[in-house]
């Protein structure tokens, strides 16, 4: 692992049927990083026009989201966010977030795994 302060982790949440724009959006990038999404589901800040959200034991509804997930160098994570949120965009209530995270240490598997069985031999 390496101590890498300029790394950053872009993280978005959007909706399911978005996610072929957001994959071409993210292609078109001279640098393309790579990227997971993972099936969630969750809540946003309300229900209706300005209305909020009480929950009840049986009536619990939530929304399906792909969540993308990506570690880039801190100087593209902007223009990701905004390729993404470009993407992602159907101008509708619970288009979805996107937000970054400093990432502290990186390592790919491949090449920290080999230090690691060259120490140990």
């Known amino acids: 692992?390496?101590?890498?302060?300029?790394?950053?982790l872009v993280t978005a949440l959007i909706r399911p049927?978005?996610?072929g724009h957001v994959v071409r959006a993210l292609h078109d990038l001279p640098d393309f990083p790579g990227f997971?999404?993972?099936e969630v589901r969750g809540q946003?800040?309300?229900?209706?026009?300005?209305g909020a959200y009480v929950s009840t034991d049986t009536d619990l509804?939530?929304?399906?989201?792909?969540?993308?997930?990506l570690v880039c160098r801190a100087e593209l994570a902007d223009e990701i966010c905004d390729r993404i949120a470009s993407a992602a965009w159907t101008g509708r209530k619970g288009?979805?977030?996107?937000?970054?995270?400093?990432?502290?240490?990186?390592?790919r598997i491949r090449e920290v795994g080999r230090r690691t069985e060259k120490r140990d031999a």
């Open 1 to 8: 692992m390496t101590d890498n302060a300029t790394m950053t």
């Open 17 to 19: 049927h978005m996610e």
């Open 36 to 38: 997971t999404f993972d």
């Open 44 to 50: 946003g800040r309300g229900r209706g026009q300005g």
């Open 61 to 69: 509804t939530y929304h399906q989201f792909l969540e993308l997930r």
């Open 95 to 107: 288009d979805g977030v996107v937000f970054t995270t400093p990432v502290r240490a990186f390592g």
